[in-house]
């Protein structure tokens, strides 16, 4: 049989700079390609289906060696776990790109290698159902993007969401969602429908980035914030993307 390669852009650690494992040391494997294409992606070369994988050689320090794709299992699973050894350790793996569940097959064969050494966070558009299906018994949180036409510039796909949303279960840790001064009444109604059938999970509202130094447009983040309570969600929360802020990874 064939075995599974894929192609990873970089591997590296730094803090975790959204949602709420804000802060966290987390070792980062961001895949190339993506099925989406939102006008305010910021890692452009995911968009691009391969290149060179660039490898950080001191943790923490954005030194990086590039090898060329694509990479096998046992390459994958010994650079993160001698990656995780060399930052003293880490707080969870952190699974994102691109879109991970591109890559379902290579994950359901390189997870279990894993052994649970450490917590899985997978990064999602929340799109990709049967993928999210057959990897969810190695994750342990999914951090699920929900895409908003007036930031992303492209079609909702409201009805993707839902599904994804019933497929993780307890495992959605939180919803993520960019936000653009440009978000319209509309889109939160269908935001908060979209939550509260999925069992309310936490909701992170993260203003685009750029736009967080707005003040007025923070304001209205507040008003939107105690709207999508009052529409039932118990945890929103504001948080801009820190790891931009402090200029890391
Ligand atoms: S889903 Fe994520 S990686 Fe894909 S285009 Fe949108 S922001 Fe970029």
Redesign the pocket.
Known sequence: MERETVSVMEIFTSLQGEGPELGARHLFVRFYG?????V????EA??KLSGPCRIEQTPGRGDFRERPNPLNLEEVAHLILSGSVQAGGIDALTLT???PLLYAPFLRELLPLLDHRFPCLLET?GLLSDALQSVLPWIDVVSM?V?IPSA?GEAADWEGHRRFLQTGGAKIGYVKTVLSPDVKEDELHLLAELIRSGGCPPLVLQPVSGSERDRSWIERLFDIQAGLREAGIDSVRIIPQVHKLLGVL
């Open positions: 993506c099925n989406r294409r939102c305010y992606c910021d890692t995911a968009l790109g691109g879109e558009n993007d895409k992303t």
